[in-house]
């Protein structure tokens, strides 16, 4: 069970090109054995020997993106598009979350899940709304999340929707052990999908359960495919690795809202850049009665609750 | 060149030492390479499917593996608590069979090593993990922390018994000051591979049932009592069925010294217990979960029960002189603490870390057939080990098979092709 002996994919000191056809060989000999071994489909030697995402050179990005698209577009016959834009300068995202407004509809939840590409079998939801009593507020001891009325609100309850609270100081980043997530000079925390082990340390230190799990073969049928994708964001996942909320890293960069700010009928849902004070999100957090989840934890969100109204 | 040609004849014969035995010796390593087939067998299908064979979830997403794992760094560690006694305090009756303590310490390693690897998601990222090739988060990550000292602790152990046997098998005496300050420094490597390893847990601010002060120091309390109860147990099996002389003064006072380690791992169970119950914040759900049941679910409670009881029980049979000196009253006592301590560092420590989850709902994790099985292989696999480290250490150990004893005729100087 050694997958210890590949090689060492640094560049090589010799010259002569001696040592990399023997690299190349033994590289797609582990790859063929480690495939074997985890019952994957195949993994190209090309895939098992990327390195971490921040350690590629712009070149090796570039290199990486068109294998990328080339493997999408086998597996579900469309073109897909895997974006890499980085981000914007003087930026950093903050979302606010309206909870005397939010009805617990969960289209969000759908949304999300249509925009991000998640697995649709076995199902793996990035937004999880919780049922809450209005006489307990905000406590965990009294929630659900699987409430099922005829009609949402019902009497007696409020809704929290709950997802990555990309915090400033991140404890799934910190407990990471090869350094496979962390958080982007916009303050999202990514993870990046070809060099996740599927430890799931970071699911043990998320104090907001954000973090999901690929247990089984992710399943997206073709037709549902959104084809606009990310390398830090939605595009297609793994089975046994971890994956999360970006902010739609793709969208957002691109200067467009998340899919579950546009999809809220209620307007709860508030998103912008923290830095810019004529933003929306700065007016809600200078005007309104706002608190951050687990406060005591001291994650420090950039994620905010607050009462509308 | 002579010293790689005797090295060699030292492994070709520990080969054979190892490949010839007894009937029961076949048939108690066939018996391992069926459960070892089994759990390859049931492995397969997991790297098949996923992970998704066991009943790990999202909210539970540890189980049975890490629960393995973490009891079994227990076991590894507790080797040091033979290894004090006799080298500080020079303490003879003890010191035979320190080799043996750490040779189990291999074998718990490669059962750890074994369980983390099965819980991975991805092993054939395995080398992502690896320091130097890969990118190990240090010294951010305590899982990057365990590696680093998991590994060390194996490789310490793993020479000086290699060392130490070949001295026998060459008929020399070892280098004592080679020996020595290695033996001592396993000491602290020892309570480190414990200590990170509780403070993987400690650290976790989201789950309030780890993040404890306590869970360090009684992971050592715990490792110490159930360490040696595997080990007082095969002493006198060993000395049973080998020429091992192991004197009853040694195994006595193991026993005594498990005593008080298991009487201060039920006191910090007890404190830590008093602290939950009686401020009784948000945070003694987990607790709740694991002794008394929540919102209907009691899966835990018998298992949670028993551990205390076992405990409690073993602690009293240890602690009087005349049941501790009675062999069936000690070898109960050995069951009972293994049992103990299998509960709580196991299932009993990870389910309620995550049970309420963080978003406050209960998933009731029971082990998958599938996970029962890759554990059974993986005990099976350190079983295996153990048995064939023992198998040629102990006529070496007793000077019946060195490089010129314990043959029918006198070997060659290449050690190959006699019989």
Not at chain 1, 167 to 190: L, M, S, Y
Request: proline share 5%; with cysteine; aromatic share 12%.
């Amino acid at each position: 069970m050694s997958t210890e002996q590949d090689p060492q994919p640094q560049p090589s000191s010799c010259e002569g090109g001696c040592d990399v056809s023997r690299r190349v060989f033994l590289g797609a000999a582990v790859a063929t054995v480690a495939g074997a071994l985890t019952g994957c489909d195949h993994i190209s030697e090309a895939e098992f020997l990327q390195r971490n995402f921040r350690e590629l050179s712009k070149q090796e990005v570039k290199d990486v993106i068109a294998r990328l698209e080339q493997e999408y577009k086998e597996k579900f016959g469309r073109d897909v598009y895997v974006g890499n834009e980085p981000p914007i300068p003087g930026v950093i995202f903050a979302y606010a979350l309206d909870l005397s407004r939010c009805v617990g509809c969960r289209r969000c939840v759908y949304a999300c899940v249509k925009e991000n590409n998640q697995s649709r079998d076995p199902q793996i939801q990035w937004i999880r709304v919780l049922q809450m009593d209005k006489e307990e507020g905000v406590n965990l001891e009294h929630d659900t999340a699987y409430y099922d009325p005829p009609e949402v609100p019902a009497e007696g309850h409020f809704y929290m929707p709950t997802a990555c609270q990309q915090c400033k100081k991140p404890p799934c980043v910190k407990v990471c052990p090869v350094g496979a997530t962390w958080r982007e000079k916009d303050g999202i925390v990514v993870v990046d999908y070809n060099w996740c082990i599927g430890c799931r340390y970071c699911m043990a230190a998320c104090p907001y359960g954000a973090r999901h799990f690929n247990w089984g073969e992710p399943h997206l049928p073709a037709d549902e495919l959104n084809p606009h994708t990310h390398y830090l964001g939605n595009r297609p996942r793994y089975k046994g690795v971890v994956e999360k909320c970006t902010f739609c890293i793709q969208r957002t960069r691109n200067g467009r809202y998340p899919a579950c700010v546009e999809i809220c009928p209620t307007g709860s849902r508030k998103f912008g850049n923290i830095l810019d004070p004529t933003s929306e999100i700065r007016m809600v957090l200078e005007h309104k009665r706002v608190f951050k989840f687990k406060e005591d934890l001291d994650t420090q969100p950039n994620f905010f609750y607050f009462y509308g109204v | 060149m002579n010293i790689l040609r005797t090295f060699g004849s030292f492994i070709a014969d520990s080969g054979r030492l190892v490949l010839k035995g007894g009937r029961l010796y076949y048939a108690w390593v066939a018996f391992l390479l069926v459960l070892i087939l089994l759990g390859a067998w049931a492995y397969t299908g997991q790297l098949h499917t996923g992970l998704i064979a066991t009943h790990m979830r999202d909210q539970v997403s540890w189980g049975f593996y890490i629960g393995n794992f973490t009891f079994l760094v227990g076991i590894a560690a507790a080797s040091i608590m033979l290894v004090i006694p006799a080298y500080v305090y020079d303490w003879e009756p003890i010191k035979e069979i320190t080799i043996l303590g750490e040779m189990l310490a291999i074998s718990a390693l490669v059962m750890c090593l074994g369980f983390v690897l099965v819980d991975i998601g991805r092993p054939d990222r395995f080398w992502h993990i690896m320091p130097f090739v890969g990118h190990l988060n240090w010294p951010s990550s305590l899982l990057a922390w365990d590696v680093l000292v998991l590994n060390s602790y194996l490789l310490l152990n793993a020479f000086v018994v290699t060392y130490l046997l070949y001295c026998a098998y060459t008929e020399k005496h070892y280098v004592k000051k080679l020996v020595l300050p290695l033996v001592l420094f396993s000491i602290p490597l020892a309570v480190s591979i414990h200590t990170v390893t509780a403070y993987l847990y400690n650290g976790l601010a989201a789950r309030p049932f780890w993040n404890s002060a306590i869970l360090a120091p009684k992971f050592l309390a715990s490792a110490f009592c159930s360490g040696p109860a595997i080990l007082l147990i095969l002493l006198q099996i060993l000395r049973k069925t080998t020429k091992l002389r192991i004197q009853d003064e040694a195994i006595f006072k193991v026993a005594e010294l498990m005593a008080y380690t298991m009487g201060f791992n039920l006191f910090l169970t007890a404190a830590e217990a008093f602290k939950e119950f009686y401020s009784s914040t948000q945070h003694v759900v987990y607790m709740q979960y694991l002794y008394f049941g929540l919102k209907g679910h009691h899966t835990l409670v018998p298992f949670a029960w028993t551990s205390v009881a076992c405990g409690l029980a073993a602690f009293i049979l240890f602690l009087v002189p005349k049941t501790r000196r009675n062999w069936i009253t000690l070898n109960i006592g050995c069951v009972l603490i293994y049992s103990s301590v299998y509960i709580e560092k196991g299932m009993g420590l990870i389910i309620p870390g995550f049970t309420p989850d963080t978003l406050g709902e209960i998933y009731v994790y029971r082990p998958s057939l599938t996970e029962v099985m890759v554990a059974g292989g993986i005990f099976a696999i350190g079983f295996l080990v153990f048995t064939i480290l023992l198998k040629a250490a102990v006529p070496m150990m007793l000077g019946e098979f060195t490089i010129t004893k314990g043959r029918n005729n006198t070997p060659t100087k290449s050690g190959a092709g006699t019989k």
